[in-house]
């Protein structure tokens, strides 16, 4: 029902423009502590911390995630993930993404070591099944993607872009370790928020799952998920012109499957915006 190595490829989703390189001395630090809610038809299931940190052009972030509510019946399974890298220009560039979980009665593990938009070193278990059928990952595939962590940070080329169609509009490829896909995200609106760990404005953009390699293209799950409505709300980080995940909808056989913040902690801004 809760598969928390699917939640992690899935939590995610990002880029920045305009970022300078500045000396650590000099740079502006901002940082996010998030604690979200993970609910599957209306019921709880599990929950999820957040850490980002961004010093200049740095940034590093750790992700946690564990079964909460009914999904203790289901599940005891829990993971987590670490990732840091580099904002280059109007890019994301990461260096190192970790992730490690439990569910199923099976671990699982990447370990990527990224420099230069390419993979430098990899480790990943366990390894799919030899399958003639599944699409194989190639070099070109995973040239200049980006891990499922380092995906959640959605930069913006101007500030006054932040909360508008240029924080939707973009493409994302994702490899996880396993598999190679796109988030092709889309505007939706712009709207307030409060009472759930956030005042303030956030962003809606519909998201679409895009598989391209290391998926079996007759398998009915990705046939579901490339069919499947999304939909991300993000907020700012701090920095106008970042934002990160507020909210993550994504229609599953169980029932709509729910991430949202339920406190939000934003350092560096001015003011902290936390609730309940």
């Not at 940082?31 to 850490?51: D, E, M, Q, W």
């Not at 995940?245 to 350092?267: F, H, M, Q």
Request: charged share 20%.
């Amino acid at each position: 029902m809760f598969g928390l190595k699917n939640f992690g490829r899935l939590v995610a989703l990002p880029l920045l423009a305009g970022a300078l390189l500045v000396s650590p001395a000099e740079a502006k630090k901002n940082s996010v502590g998030g604690l979200y809610s993970i609910s599957i038809a209306g019921f709880k299931v599990g929950r999820g911390t957040l850490s980002l940190v961004m010093q200049g052009n740095a940034y590093s972030a750790k992700v946690s995630l564990e079964p909460a509510g009914i999904g203790t019946l289901f599940t005891t399974g829990k993971g987590g993930a670490e990732a840091s890298g580099w904002l280059v220009g109007s890019r994301v560039v990461p260096s190192k993404y970790r992730m490690a979980s439990h569910a199923a009665n099976l671990d699982f593990y990447v370990n990527l070591l990224q420099g230069s938009g390419a993979i430098r070193s990899m480790e990943v278990a366990p390894k799919f099944k030899p399958n003639p059928e599944r699409i194989k990952v190639t070099k070109r595939h995973t040239s200049n993607a980006i891990d499922p962590l380092s995906a959640a940070l959605m930069p913006v080329g101007r500030v006054q872009d932040s909360l508008g169609p240029k924080a939707c509009n973009r493409k994302l490829p994702v490899f996880d370790g396993w598999t190679r896909f796109d988030i092709k995200l889309s505007y939706q609106e712009t709207k307030e928020v409060s009472g759930r760990g956030y005042e303030g404005p956030v962003v809606v953009c519909k998201a679409r799952w895009v598989p391209v390699a290391g998926h079996r293209p007759s398998k009915e799950s990705v046939k579901f998920m490339a069919r499947a409505d999304m939909e991300v709300w993000v907020a700012p980080m701090g920095r106008e012109n970042v934002l990160v995940p507020y909210r993550i909808s994504i229609d599953t056989k169980n029932g709509r499957l729910v991430v949202e913040a339920s406190k939000l902690r934003i350092d560096g801004a001015g003011a902290d915006q936390a609730s309940r």
